[in-house]
C-alpha cells in the first residue's frame, strides 16, 4: 500500500509513483518470478522502474536485466526502465520525422486513452483511413506500430475501433506485401509534389501513394525503367513529362487513402 493521494493526472503519475528501495525491491521479485516461470521473449517495461532499485545491488534493474538475458538470451527489452541502458526505442503519441537507424516502435491508443473511455467519438479516435497512413509512415522510418484498443468492462471492443482494426485488416490482406518483413528504403517518403512513402522488401521497392484522389504521382528517379505494378497484379500508366515519369491512378483506386505501387526486381 502507498501513503501518496489517488493518481488523477498524467502529472500525478510520476508525483506520487513509489521510488523507495522496498518497494523495489517488491518490483524485482515480481520480474524475478515472471522471468523464472515464463521465460518471456518480450520485457516491456512502462512508467520507468523505481529510484531505488537503479543502482548496483542485487535487486536493481541493472542486476535484474542481466539475469533476465541469461535466462532468455534472445530476449528483447525496451526503453521504459529510466536509465542509461535501453533496448527497442519506444515513442508514444509521437511523429518521428525520418527513418531511424536502431529498432523502434511507435506506440498508441486508437483514441487518446489507453483504455476504455466512453466519451471518445470520431473526433478523439483513429479512423480506418488514418490507420493505414500512421501504418505506412512509421515502418517507412524502420518501425514498429503498436495500437492498442480499450475494452469496455464486459470485455467488448467498441465498434469505432472495431471498425477501424478491420478496414486496417481489409487494407493489409490487399497490400501486406508492401508492409510485411519491408525495411526503409534510401529514404521514407517525398518532401515534395503528391505525398507518398516507401517501403522495401527482398525484391522490389513499393510506393505508398498517400493521396490517391491526387490522380497522380511522380515516380522517383531511381525507379526509372521499373516496370510498375499496382497491388492486383496490374500494370500502372506511366507516362513522361519532361525530365519525370508520372503515374496515373486508376479511378478504381482514387477513393483508396493509400494506393501501393511495387517496382519488382529492384
Known amino acids: 500500500m502507498s501513503d501518496f493521494p489517488h493518481i488523477a493526472s498524467d502529472t500525478d503519475l510520476f508525483r506520487y509513483r513509489r521510488n523507495d528501495a ?9 520480474l524475478e518470478e515472471l522471468v523464472a516461470r515464463f521465460r518471456p ?5 512502462d512508467i520507468e522502474w523505481p529510484d531505488g532499485g537503479k543502482g548496483s545491488e542485487d535487486y536493481a534493474v541493472a542486476a535484474l536485466l542481466r539475469r533476465y538475458f541469461d535466462a532468455v538470451p534472445d530476449g528483447v527489452v525496451n526503453d521504459r526502465w529510466g536509465v542509461p541502458y535501453h533496448g527497442f526505442l519506444t515513442r508514444e503519441y509521437t511523429h518521428i520525422p525520418d527513418i531511424v537507424d536502431e ?3 511507435s506506440t498508441r491508443g486508437l483514441g487518446y486513452s489507453f483504455g476504455f473511455n466512453q466519451a471518445e467519438d470520431e473526433r478523439h479516435s483513429l479512423s480506418g483511413a488514418a490507420l493505414f497512413r500512421l501504418l505506412v509512415d512509421v515502418v517507412s522510418k524502420n518501425g514498429n506500430l503498436l495500437i492498442n484498443v480499450g475494452p469496455d468492462a464486459s470485455g467488448a471492443i467498441p465498434e469505432l475501433q472495431r471498425r477501424a482494426m478491420r478496414e486496417l485488416g481489409g487494407w493489409l ?10 525495411r526503409p528504403w534510401i529514404r521514407a517518403a517525398e518532401r515534395t509534389g503528391a505525398p507518398r512513402a516507401y517501403t522495401r522488401s527482398a525484391n522490389a521497392v513499393h510506393l505508398h501513394l498517400l493521396d490517391p484522389a491526387h490522380g497522380e504521382a ?3 528517379s531511381e ?4 516496370a510498375l505494378r499496382w497491388a492486383d497484379g496490374s500494370a ?13 491512378v486508376p479511378d ?13 526486381g529492384v
Do not use: C, K
Open 103 to 105: 529498432p523502434w516502435e
Open 236 to 248: 500502372a500508366e506511366v507516362v513522361t513529362e519532361g525530365a519525370a515519369r508520372i503515374v496515373s
Open 252 to 264: 478504381a483506386l482514387r477513393s483508396e487513402p493509400v494506393a501501393v505501387l511495387t517496382a519488382p
Open 218 to 220: 511522380e515516380v522517383p
Open 22 to 30: 522496498p518497494f523495489a525491491r517488491y518490483a524485482a521479485a515480481q
Open 173 to 182: 490482406r490487399r497490400n501486406g506485401d508492401a508492409v510485411y518483413g519491408t
Open 41 to 45: 521473449d518480450v520485457l516491456w517495461n
Open 223 to 226: 525507379l526509372d525503367g521499373a
